[in-house]
């Protein structure tokens, strides 16, 4: 199977800060989240769950669980283990996958940013 080129670290930064929007998608009984997107980042950077989930300051079995809830909502797999205890790397899917919750987050987060700016002005300093 053809390695894919592993992208760089493009995680919407307003997911990790106070103001923004923070994106879960709920379909056919399944959800899908900033943190398992961020695993599935994390694991397409690094090239291993192990590294991923240190990153994240989770357990493996916290990562193996989450990876879990992801691969059980689709048809494809969206990791695939390397034999041979080589790594681990994210599939075409979980490329497009990614790269679609991505660009999802980035527009929701450009559409509320008049929303957030409004709702500052209004607060009332204490």
């Known amino acids: 199977m053809k390695k894919?080129?592993?992208t760089k670290s493009t995680f919407p930064p307003e997911l990790a800060n106070s103001n923004g929007v923070k994106i879960k998608v709920y379909f056919n009984?399944?959800?899908i989240g900033a943190g398992k997107m961020q695993l599935i980042q994390l694991?397409?950077?690094?090239?291993?769950?192990?590294?991923?989930a240190?990153?994240?300051?989770?357990s493996i079995k916290r990562a193996d669980?989450?990876?879990?809830s992801v691969e059980d909502a689709f048809a494809n797999p969206v990791v695939i283990k390397q034999k041979g205890n080589k790594g681990t790397i994210i599939s075409s899917f979980g490329k497009e996958l990614l790269d679609k919750y991505l660009n999802l987050c980035q527009d929701l987060s450009k559409e509320s940013e008049n929303f957030i700016?409004?709702?500052i002005s209004k607060q009332t300093l204490k």
């Open 65 to 68: 669980k989450l990876l879990k």
């Open 29 to 31: 009984g399944h959800m």
């Open 117 to 119: 700016s409004w709702a």
């Open 54 to 58: 240190k990153t994240m300051g989770m």
């Open 4 to 6: 894919l080129k592993k």
């Open 43 to 52: 694991i397409n950077l690094k090239g291993s769950i192990s590294s991923a």
